[in-house]
C-alpha cells in the first residue's frame, strides 16, 4: 500500500491552503486560455463571425453548428484546463509529475492492474441502479422549488452533453471517445487523485482525503441527479490510486467506464429519463460482489508484496 507523498523537501514548506489555490488557479487559467483560443479561431474553423459564435451556443433551439462548437470548445477548454491545468499544477509548481504514478514502470503487477480493471467493469452495472435510485429522491413539498431547479440544470447539462455527443451520428464516435472519454479520463486524474487527492491525503490522512476528494469531484460536475453512482466510481479511483501509487491505472479504470458509457449511447440510444437500467438485478448484483471480492484481494496481494519488501 502506498501513500504518495509528492512534495519535495524544498517545496514542503509552502502552506497547504495556498498550494490548493495554486492548483484551483491552475485549472481555471487553463480553462480560460483554451476558452479564448476556442473563441479566437472557431469563426475560423467553422467560417461563422464572432458574433454568431455566441449567439449559436447560447441560442435555445438547435442550431446545425451547436453540437460541433461545443464540441470545440469542449476540446479546447478540456484540454487546456484539466489536461493541461493539472500537468502544470504538478510539473511547475510542486514538481512532483514523476512521482504521481504516470510512468510504465509505475504500474503494479499485471495481476493487480487487471484486478483493479476488472473492479470498475463489473461494478458499471451496479451503477446504474443507483442512477436510477438517485432519480427516485423526491424532496419535501417545502423544498420543491429546490428539486424543481435541480432537475431543470440536470435537464440542461444533459441536453448540452446530447448536442455534444450527437448519438444519431455515429461518425463521431472517435472524435466523441477522444472528447468523451480520453481527454475526461487522463485530466480528471491528474486534477483530482495525481494532485488533490495527494494533496488532501498529506493534509488529513488517507480516510477523509479519499473522502473529501470524491466528494468534491462529485460536486464539480454539477448534477445532482447522478451523484450516488459518480461519488461510488470516485471513491473506487481514489482508493485503487492510494493502493497501488498507479494514476496510469486509475487513467485506464476512468478511460474504460467513459467509453463503456458512450458505447452504450450508441448502443441503446439516448434516454432522458432512467425507468430502468439495461442490466437486471440479478446481472447487476452478482458482478456488484464479483467486483468487491476483487478489490479485497487486490488489497491483499499488494499488503502481501509489502511485506515480501
Known amino acids: 500500500m502506498q501513500e504518495t507523498d509528492y512534495q519535495p523537501e524544498e517545496y514542503r514548506p509552502k502552506p497547504f491552503w495556498l498550494t490548493l489555490l495554486s492548483l484551483v488557479a491552475s485549472v481555471?487559467?487553463?480553462?480560460?486560455?483554451?476558452?479564448?483560443?476556442?473563441?479566437?479561431?472557431?469563426?475560423?474553423?467553422?467560417?461563422?463571425?464572432?458574433?454568431?459564435?455566441?449567439?449559436?451556443?447560447?441560442?435555445?433551439?438547435?442550431?446545425?453548428?451547436?453540437?460541433?462548437?461545443?464540441?470545440?470548445?469542449?476540446?479546447?477548454?478540456?484540454?487546456?484546463?484539466?489536461?493541461?491545468?493539472g500537468w502544470f499544477f504538478l510539473a511547475r509548481i510542486v514538481k512532483s509529475i514523476d512521482q504521481v504514478g504516470l510512468d510504465l514502470k509505475s504500474l503494479p503487477s499485471p495481476p493487480i492492474f487487471f484486478m483493479a480493471i476488472g473492479s470498475m467493469a463489473m461494478l458499471l452495472p451496479a451503477t446504474e441502479w443507483l442512477q436510477w435510485l438517485n432519480n427516485q429522491i423526491n424532496f419535501p413539498e417545502s423544498m420543491a422549488t429546490l428539486e424543481a431547479n435541480l432537475r431543470y440544470l440536470q435537464k440542461l447539462n444533459l441536453d448540452q452533453i446530447k448536442l455534444m455527443i450527437e448519438p444519431e451520428n455515429t461518425s463521431l464516435w472517435l472524435y466523441n471517445l477522444i472528447l468523451i472519454a480520453v481527454l475526461p479520463a487522463v485530466g480528471e486524474e491528474l486534477v483530482f487523485?495525481?494532485?488533490?487527492?495527494?494533496?488532501?491525503?498529506?493534509?488529513?490522512?488517507?480516510?477523509?482525503?479519499?473522502?473529501?476528494?470524491?466528494?468534491?469531484?462529485?460536486?464539480?460536475?454539477?448534477?445532482?441527479?447522478?451523484?450516488?453512482?459518480?461519488?461510488?466510481?470516485?471513491?473506487?479511483?481514489?482508493?485503487?490510486?492510494?493502493?497501488?501509487?498507479?494514476?496510469?491505472?486509475?487513467?485506464?479504470?476512468h478511460l474504460l467506464n467513459n467509453a463503456l458509457s458512450l458505447f452504450m449511447v450508441y448502443y441503446f440510444g439516448w434516454t432522458d429519463d432512467i425507468t430502468q437500467p439495461e442490466f437486471s438485478p440479478l446481472i447487476s448484483f452478482p458482478l456488484a460482489v464479483v467486483g468487491v471480492i476483487l478489490l479485497i484481494w487486490m488489497n491483499s496481494l499488494i499488503d502481501s508484496q509489502s511485506s515480501e519488501n
Not at 483554451?34 to 467560417?47: E, R, Y
Not at 498529506?202 to 453512482?229: D, S
Open 28 to 85: 481555471f487559467a487553463g480553462i480560460f486560455i483554451g476558452s479564448f483560443i476556442a473563441s479566437l479561431t472557431a469563426p475560423l474553423v467553422f467560417k461563422i463571425s464572432v458574433d454568431q459564435v455566441a449567439d449559436i451556443i447560447l441560442d435555445t433551439k438547435e442550431h446545425p453548428l451547436k453540437g460541433a462548437l461545443l464540441r470545440y470548445i469542449q476540446l479546447w477548454t478540456s484540454g487546456l484546463g484539466f489536461v493541461g491545468g
Open 193 to 253: 487523485r495525481g494532485a488533490l487527492q495527494n494533496l488532501l491525503i498529506g493534509k488529513f490522512g488517507a480516510r477523509f482525503g479519499i473522502l473529501l476528494t470524491a466528494v468534491i469531484f462529485t460536486l464539480i460536475h454539477r448534477q445532482f441527479y447522478n451523484i450516488l453512482p459518480m461519488f461510488v466510481l470516485s471513491l473506487l479511483l481514489g482508493y485503487v490510486y492510494y493502493l497501488t501509487g498507479s494514476l496510469f491505472t486509475t487513467i485506464a479504470m
